[in-house]
Every structure is written in C-alpha cells, then in structure tokens.
C-alpha cells in the first residue's frame, strides 16, 4: 500500500481506518457523517496525525476523488442504505480511482458481478461491468460484526477498465437497461419497444429477455436507440 491514497468511507470507530493505517498507506481520509464516530476516531487521529484525515460529512454530497491526490484507491465497508448510490457516483468518475475495494451486502455484490443468464444480472451489472472489471473477493461472516447484522456480506474489488467494454453513452444505457430490466419477463420487441430499434440489423434476437443480453450487446442498443 506505499505510496497510495487511501479514501475511506464510514470508518465507524476505525477498525479498518488502524488496519489501513498499519498497511502502510502514505494517507488515510476518512469520511464519517456521525459526529459519536468522528468522537470516537479522534484517538486514532492523535496516533497517525500527518497520515489520517478526517472528514465529518455525508459522502453522498462530496467529490471523493478532490479529498486525497492519486494515486487513490476507495476502500470502505459501506453503509449499506447507501452503498449503491455512492458506487454510481463512484463509477462516473472511475478513471479517478485505482482500484474500489468495497463490502456490500452479498445480494448485492453478487449482483454486481453477475453474468448473463444469472437471474440476479440487471442494470447495475451492466453498467459496473461495462466500467470495470469487477471481483467478488471473499464472503465476511456475520460473527464478525457486534451486533451480528442479519444480512450477509461480501468484499468486491473493482478494477477500471482502460477502456469501456463497448462504446456508448451513460445516460442512454441507463434508459435501455432500465426499460429492459424494469419489465425483464417480457420479450426486447416489447419492453424496448419505445427505442424504435431494428434488431436484425444490431444482430439481437427480439424475442430474447433482458437477462440474455452481453454488456456489449446492451451498448450496442444504446448507441442505436441513442
């Protein structure tokens, strides 16, 4: 971890923060909207004070990327009311960031990395995926929480790409994903209908259902419908 900036999203009382720290990372910045937290982390901050800073805020409502100079990494056990809203925020700007290593309720990491076929493949697959290469790392035992949540967890490391899967425009992807999988049980004719598409000439079967579909063959429509 020399020599990367480490941006760190609700540390709670700061035991990834220590284990970051520990790591080696030049600098820690730490995001934490409790003021109980940021109390609480104050210790840790008296223990590494040229290499951790932290940021009583909502990160929902900040550039992340402007609070520590490249090369950044964001490594974080998100606040899981809010993990998928930071992570599409996130991914705007994805180029930004070496590397997300991020926990997520597992349905939702299993989501992230699905393929097509799986019946939890939909629009978050499609857009993480045509962005980044996406790993689901490991799955964290409940027993490693106080108080036991009751929803697993699992730890995603998202690469960059160095180019997006296929070319096409974000806004338009997000209105074909959201139309196809928003009626998934229905056939590309029908769900898609309002993108006036010619199926024969994009190579895609009008009968198939939204699941079917490649991240590739999704920027396909988009450009098309676009």
Not at 52 to 69: K, R, V
Not at 158 to 178: K, M, Q
């Amino acid at each position: 971890m020399d020599g990367i900036n480490v941006i760190e999203i609700g540390p709670g009382p700061g035991g990834l923060t220590r284990a970051l720290l520990d790591s080696g990372a030049t600098k820690v910045v730490a995001v934490e909207r409790d003021s109980r937290c940021v109390e609480a982390l104050a210790e840790l901050s008296d223990a590494y004070p040229d290499r951790l800073q932290i940021i009583e805020a909502d990160a929902l409502e900040m550039d992340i990327a402007s609070l520590a100079p490249p090369p950044r990494r964001i490594i974080a056990n998100l606040p899981y009311n809010i993990a998928t809203p930071l992570l599409l925020g996130w991914l705007r700007q994805i180029n930004d960031f070496e590397s997300l290593t991020l926990m997520f309720q597992k349905e939702v990491a299993e989501r992230l990395a699905a393929k097509p076929g799986n019946k939890t493949y939909g629009r978050l697959s499609v857009i993480t995926q045509w962005l980044t290469d996406v790993r689901l790392e490991f799955n964290v035992s409940q027993k490693a929480f106080t108080p036991p949540p009751k929803v697993a967890s699992s730890v995603v490391s998202l690469h960059p790409r160095p180019a997006p899967l296929a070319l096409a425009d974000w806004e338009t992807l997000e209105s074909v994903t959201a139309a196809a999988f928003g009626q998934r049980r229905k056939m590309l004719r029908s769900s898609l209908k309002s993108f006036n598409l010619d199926f024969g000439a994009l190579g895609i079967d009008p009968t198939a259902r939204a699941e079917e579909l490649s991240v590739e063959q999704f920027c396909a429509i988009a450009r098309a419908g676009g």
